[in-house]
């Protein structure tokens, strides 16, 4: 690569063009979801579907959960393994919560993980961009918009080029060149003056090998700002800090594809991509409203012609006969209250008959819903329950529900499992210390750390507790699993058991009984010490009689389980034969 800024600002414009087609299709999806009324036309009713921003939502809230970072696979029998594995997942703890609240300083946008959840969902691509510091004090994770970063991928390096172009204020290029150390060329506010308002940030990324063995690699990064090179250089990483995958897309990358396909719309005036051979790079990765676009597209004519045809039967044409030639009805009176309209004898004012709404238009309509929740997710799960909803019924709208959410899951999952594992690998190769950890030296090289976590969809968990116990009565839970799914807050759940067990402790009656013999026997020994004997002894008596009547309740409660353990287990003590009552008799004689 060129050390100067032509070169790689042209390197960068080629990415860009080649992604041109994916981008075309990102933002075509995020009007959908913007609800943007293509079909707008003046004086006629229009329609905008909320179900690309309805399904977006729900499923941005299912994904956005708290996500337990922890090594899973360890000897447990270990405790110098099992201090270590409990330190990672502190240190993860610390650092994602750290990264948070700095995004959350530092962004409009308030929540990190919505905003990356939100640009995949959106954009079928996911972008970021993380390391572990140079001083190695902290951690750093930054959303990229996927529109705006551009890569390419070898067949043996995997990631090995990727361009990120951004276009800021010229005050805000200065700030970061200050912050940076960055020549601009001159002075800053001339620089400003001259450049205008607004620039062009080219932030390039790349691997090289090098031509002499052992063939090494190493990444590049060359920084242009407008058309000032302030960055060009080997960097510490051995891996591009850039994390950025297509998802929920389909997997040909060309080979497959033939012909050229039609999509420019007369109704829309969009032109997508035209070319046959480019359609791959719009489909590797696909939003989560992409499935249904064009039943979504219809959805929108369909209502917007319903609308229009229901107007046009609300307000019917007319029909007037005068023999002056002068119009009887005017517009603007037609529907205005207390008109008064005059004619001659001939005169007369009809209306045009309109023919009657077809009943295919609701036909119509029901099969583009259940196309709809064909392509989604079913509207139960937005809470539209129409009836009874059967264990089995359920059971399919999470199975439907898991297939359209699965590819993002993964996706998510497998994010931050890349950029957890290059931190851990990071800090163990340069020996730092982020937020005052130190990596354990008993954890072995090849330790990996998993980010997995469920989906919650909303009745799924007692539905299948349900099923469960249909098919075996004596099922049951454990106490932890349902504390972990139905109240995550909780973080210690064998503290919650034992404050449970405290408290049920205290509310027994006989922990009632015990008070209430320390206050008679206190009573008692003040009295007997201002020398009134006679009311201490009634004070002893009274706490005598009740001490023996909790100890007969506990020596009645004892019994039942003494009698049954001498029994024995109903199912393997056999019971005592009787004699028949004829038998008897018969031996009697």
Request: glycine share 6%; proline share 5%.
């Amino acid at each position: 690569m060129g050390k100067n800024a032509t070169d790689i600002i042209t390197r960068c414009t080629e990415l860009k063009n080649f992604w041109s087609p994916r981008d075309e299709k990102m933002k075509q999806w995020y009007r959908m979801i913007e609800m943007v009324d293509e079909l707008k036309t003046e004086k006629m009713e229009s329609f905008v579907g909320n179900d690309p921003r309805s399904l977006y939502n729900l499923v941005l809230h299912l994904l956005d959960a708290d996500i337990p970072h922890r090594i899973k696979e360890y000897s447990s029998t270990d405790p110098e393994m099992t201090a270590a594995v409990a330190s990672v997942s502190g240190f993860f703890k610390t650092a994602w919560k750290d990264v948070h609240r700095t995004f959350r300083k530092t962004n409009p946008r308030q929540s990190l993980q919505r905003t990356s959840l939100g640009f995949m969902l959106a954009t079928g691509w996911y972008a970021d961009f993380a390391l572990v510091t140079d001083d190695g004090s902290r951690c750093y994770d930054e959303p990229w918009n996927p529109i705006e970063v551009y890569p390419m991928w070898d067949a043996m390096l995997g990631l090995s080029e990727v361009a990120h172009i951004f276009r800021i204020s010229s005050t805000q290029a200065t700030t970061m060149a200050k912050k940076n150390g960055w020549a601009l060329g001159g002075n800053y506010r001339q620089w400003r003056a001259t450049v205008g308002r607004n620039i062009t940030i080219y932030d390039y990324w790349w691997i090289e090998i090098s031509d002499e063995f052992p063939f090494n690699k190493t990444v590049w990064n060359a920084i242009v700002v407008d058309t000032v090179l302030v960055k060009f250089g080997q960097t510490r990483f051995r891996r591009m800090p850039i994390y950025i995958a297509p998802v929920g897309g389909l997997p040909d990358m060309g080979a497959l594809t033939e012909g050229v396909l039609p999509t420019y719309s007369s109704t829309l005036k969009l032109h997508t991509q035209d070319a046959g051979v480019d359609r791959w790079k719009a489909e590797i990765g696909q939003a989560i409203i992409a499935t249904n676009e064009n039943i979504y597209r219809t959805w929108n004519k369909w209502w917007s012609f319903s609308l229009q045809l229901l107007r046009d039967t609300a307000q019917p044409r007319i029909f007037e006969r005068s023999r002056s030639g002068k119009a009887i009805v005017k517009p603007e009176d037609v529907f205005r209250r207390g008109a008064i309209f005059r004619g001659g004898p001939d005169d007369s004012v009809d209306f045009i008959g309109t023919p009657p709404i077809p009943l295919e238009l609701r036909s119509t309509q029901l099969d583009l819903e259940a196309m709809m929740q064909r392509g989604g997710v079913s509207w139960s799960m937005f809470g539209n329950v129409q009836g009874q909803i059967t264990a089995s019924v359920m059971s399919q709208i999470a199975a439907s529900a898991n297939q359209v959410i699965k590819p993002f899951h993964q996706a998510f999952i497998n994010r931050y499992e890349d950029i957890d594992n290059d931190w851990f690998a990071d800090i163990r190769e340069r020996g730092v210390k982020p937020y005052g950890w130190k990596y354990p030296s008993v954890l072995p090289d090849d330790v990996f750390v998993s980010a997995d976590y469920d989906i919650e969809i909303p009745g799924d968990l007692v539905q299948r507790a349900t099923t469960a116990r249909m098919l075996d009565p004596d099922f049951r839970l454990s106490y932890s699993y349902v504390i972990k799914k139905l109240f995550p807050d909780i973080e210690d759940h064998m503290q919650e058991r034992a404050q449970v067990r405290a408290d049920q402790a205290e509310m027994h009656p006989s922990n009632a009984l015990i008070a209430l013999i320390q206050y008679y026997r206190r009573q008692a020994a003040y009295l007997a010490k201002i020398g009134d004997s006679g009311t201490a002894r009634l004070y002893e008596s009274v706490a005598d009689a009740t001490l023996a009547m909790l100890t007969a309740e506990t020596q009645q409660q004892q019994q039942p389980e003494q009698v049954a353990m001498r029994a024995g287990r109903p199912e393997t003590t056999p019971q005592r034969a009787q004699i028949p009552e004829r038998a008897a008799e018969t031996g009697g004689q």
